[in-house]
């Protein structure tokens, strides 16, 4: 994590303007300091052994935060050559390409809340601004630009769905996160989504970003999915191994325990799933 406490102010970050929150947070992971000195070899050495395979930078929105991401990708293209992401709020397509050129492999441009009302409660300022940028960079730059979404903030299956089969359309990777309320944030006490659902948004994700499913071919009631377009029989052969509930975004991301408590079933499995782990999310998706 590269920045000090953010100039943004979104609702559901510990890094926010008006957060009351541990300034080392982001979702539950705690980012304590430590000197580049210390951390860039010790990167090497575990990337030469195999334990580390990507490293991701996540931009808090500071003072020159652009200008010091940029020389902190430029410390460890030095040390060890490793494929790199950076989580960062851009203006431009321009400040995207300089990004790529300065050795990173792709850039997530966070769009978070599903809706442009939602985008403005939450987080302020222009969603339709942002998705341009990210139409806009994902055009330019194939397979090198991606976005997070949140899902639990208040939208509804239909709508996080309609947006990420017309995000999978643009060729726009989608990095998929539960909503987690933090102690001094001001969604410290919203909840976080319900799991059958977010099981749904998983599987029409996978099976969108396949090709399995067409966007015009689901129904919705209510704001709720409740005809994928297949038949029942497809829709769990195409879910049985249990990648669509893994953790999503960059290739070799895993991000444990970002979204969920230790002992509690996890939101996005952060490796393969076991059989039984597997048969339960499916059983959750194909549910009455």
Not at 69 to 76: D, G, Y
Not at 231 to 260: I, K, Q
């Amino acid at each position: 994590m590269t920045g000090e406490h953010c100039a943004r102010d979104c609702a559901f970050c510990a890094q926010a303007r008006s957060s009351r929150g541990r300034a080392h947070r982001l979702s539950r992971v705690i980012w304590p300091p430590f000197p580049a000195g210390e951390v860039l070899p010790r990167l090497g050495d575990a990337c030469r052994a195999g334990r580390i395979r990507r490293a991701c930078f996540q931009v808090v929105h500071s003072e020159d935060y652009f200008h010091r991401v940029r020389q902190a990708i430029a410390e460890v293209r030095r040390e060890v050559d490793i494929p790199l992401c950076v989580s960062i709020g851009l203006r431009t397509v321009e400040q995207v390409r300089e990004l790529l050129e300065a050795g990173v492999d792709v850039v997530g441009l966070p769009l978070d809340a599903v809706t442009p009302q939602l985008y403005r409660d939450v987080k302020g300022g222009n969603w339709e601004r942002h998705l341009r940028l990210l139409q806009e960079a994902a055009a330019r730059f194939p397979g090198r630009v991606g976005t997070h979404l949140i899902i639990g903030l208040g939208e509804s299956e239909e709508e996080a769905i309609r947006l990420i089969g017309e995000l999978a359309a643009c060729g726009i990777g989608v990095a998929l996160f539960a909503f987690t309320p933090l102690p001094g944030t001001r969604l410290e006490h919203h909840r976080p989504p319900d799991l059958r659902t977010y099981r749904r948004v998983q599987a029409a994700h996978y099976l969108l970003k396949r090709g399995l499913v067409r966007p015009g071919g689901m129904k919705f009631k209510d704001g709720r999915l409740v005809d994928w377009g297949i038949s029942r029989e497809e829709l769990v052969l195409y879910l049985a191994d249990g990648e669509a509930f893994r953790t999503t975004g960059c290739p070799d991301c895993n991000r444990p325990y970002y979204n969920e408590r230790p002992g509690k079933t996890p939101y996005n499995y952060p490796r393969p799933l076991k059989p039984r782990e597997a048969a339960e999310a499916v059983g959750l998706v194909v549910e009455d």
